[in-house]
């Protein structure tokens, strides 16, 4: 290109700073959606992986019992195996705060080994060893893990009072746990005492929660987990650490994909804001292009010029981009981190780091964004006729291009939609749905021209007489132009096609979750252990409750029926699955499961007559497994085959569950404690009367915490909302940079009719006239985005529930359209259009008529 080629470009660009400071901050916020996400992203997966390490340490994998503790014996064995470096025994159970600063806070108290795991305490005064032995060992010796004693604001020394299982019991505070020992990763956020003492105190000798297992390095995990599996009792299940579950981080991934793959959205509109805005230098210097071909410059020089200058607008933009990603990354990094937090896993983040890497990837996605939105403008320019070009007048006589062509694109881009949603998923990935998702916005952006040529038909009938004039001078020129005018369209086609699809994809959701609770959960009140989000307990290890509180709350004055309910992991046909357990024939009565086929009541109850189970969509999906089919499930007393009844949906959990009756479950597993208890009242009116009761009656011995029907009801809908949020900001983002797509095109139209608004003005049109006609430009482009929008919003909507949801998460959601969310499209196309067309049109009135109509 040359020194002259570079000055060549400033100089275009020096001359047009409003114009080039609009498409600069296009492709900014195009980048910056972009790269805030990815980073967001990428910092919520590292602290993932962090909260993985500061929960489990090196601890790879663990043994759990299928229903609860299991026998200790067992870890002498484990301990032989050659893989197994270290075996961890830990037992827990939730204790509340009787005394001090933070009375009434739950907290997990952990019983471990502290004779092998003396390194992970912090003493002060130790003395002679054998007295550090005896403070180690004593009955009411408590340590405190760093960040409890930090918030409890406890040190050595101090004195607290805990209820552990009806007994208030005195413990001195002895030490703290040091944040570098390998085992203090087990007791993370919680209370430590020798594991000797915490069996007595739990009452549970000779019993253990899990194992936590350190391997030996180089030593093949998915071996070791096969060996184990070989050499535990069933009633075991070995695993790896819950945290670190496969398919918790696939699905936190699929999930952050679908962010990614949307703010992917607004470089798609930011491709056509650099076509428009180097479509308007073209014309603004095709007297210049055609004195330098005049000259000698090739066309290949032409096209480099240009390309060069799409490339600076890249740079410039993507630049500014990193800058405002990193802005709106602290943001949306909240939103995401609450997202996964509420669906998947526990994170906290911080800051986003800002890396010199980052700078350069914004510059190469700026500039590769830009490249590709100019490729045809400056085809176009190198073609330039230099004898046209050179002469006085209007160039812009753009032929109408042949709509067949773009009928088949169109309809080719449907086939090739409608081809990828048959194929599975990819790694888990819903990719083909990606690809199809991207045919479908792609069809309709073919049809823009389409749309243009119908308007002008149907303006051009019978009643064109009785059209605005202002109205029909704007109709005409968008015809006389509409290569420019569909690429416009187009912008606002996906900016509208993913609010109205993304929109719309939501409120199903939520209609189905909604219809899944009021069907589902209709019990007045949950009786569960107190995990609150202010608690120290870890909410991947939530305490259960003894069973004998049945019959203490099947008293309570008030209270019709109590539902245990149960819920473990299990071995079905060899996968984990969750197992819940329930009285079946009393939620015959009184509730229900969304089956597939079948009623309700009759399946529920027949699960109860012939020992059947019910499965979830999502594991039946899994499994590969129908009605009828049988299971095989691994149970304490081996392995017994039952029938699958009916299959239902559920979306409380991502891999599935199977339920079969509590009086089976007790039979099979003979366990004696339970997750929740539901609660049917004689009447809803006092439901706070009956927690009171339970308040009064048992939780000053046992911890308890209540929460009513539409409690629990709006609590999930919140953590609905907020699983959306993110979403909300990245569709914002796309119309605004569609917003600056019709201002280019308004900008270059008036530019191109300088000469013939002047014209206009000097044959006696008013301000006000001229102004009309560019409102009425801005209004038909908008018209026609929204028909083409709410088009490809439904078809997307279509393929993001029906088949990128199924692929990632498993379940069935029916499509629901609201008229409410397409009245709010049209809306903002139409709010879009003023706004688009208000700069515009007060540009146009600066302009001199003598400028326009020099050479007349």
Known sequence: MGYAGLQLILEHLRHRPIRVSLTVVGVAVGVSAWLSIRLANEEVLRVFHESVDSAVGRAALVIKGRSGDFDERIIAHIRQHPGVHEAIPVIAATATVLSGPSRGSQVQVVGVDLLREQAMIAMEGQGSPRRRLDALLAPDTIFVDKSVAARWNVAEGDRLTLLIRDRPIPVTVRGIVRDEAAASRVVARALVMDIATAQVLFDRIGRLDRIHLVTVSGYSLSRLLAELADIVPPSLAVSRMEQRN???EAMIASFQLNLEVLSAVGLLIGIFLVYNTVSFSVVQHRREIGILRALGVSRAQIHTVFLGEAAVLGALGGILGVGIGYLMADMLMKLVSQSVTDLYAPVAVRAPSASPWLWGEGLIVGVGLALCGGVRPCWEAGCTDV????????????????LWPVITMSLAAFALAAVCTIPGPVFDMPIFGYVSAFCVLLGCTFLAPVGLRLLCAMMNGPWRRSWSVPGTLALDHLARAPHRSSV???ALVIGLAV?????????????AVEEWIDQTMIADLIVGAPLSRDSDVSPSTPSDLPLHLLSALERISGVEAVDPYRQVSARANGEPVTLVARNLMLHAQRSRYLFRSGRSSDLLSQAVDDSGALVSEVLARRLDVTEGDDLVLETDVGDRRMPILGVFYDYATDGGKIVIDHGLYQRWWHDDHVTVFALYLADTAQSEEIRRQIETRLAPRIPLSTIGHRELREEILQIFDRTFRATFVLEFIAVCVALLGIMNTLTIAIYERQRELATLRALGASIRHIQCIIRWESGYLAVIGAVLGLVGGLGLATVLVAVINK??????VPLHVSGGMLLEALA???LAAMLAAYLPAKWVTKQAIVDGIRYE
């Not at 004898?387 to 042949?402: C, M, N």
């Not at 609010?499 to 209609?511: A, D, E, L």
């Open 246 to 248: 496969e398919r918790v």
């Open 387 to 402: 004898v046209k070009a050179l002469a006085p007048g209007d160039y812009e006589a753009v032929f109408a291009p042949q």
């Open 488 to 490: 416009t369209i187009s």
């Open 499 to 511: 609010i109205v699809g993304v929109g719309t994809m939501i409120r199903s959701f939520r209609v």
């Open 807 to 812: 692929q990632s998460f498993g379940w069935t």
């Open 828 to 830: 903002i196309s139409g």
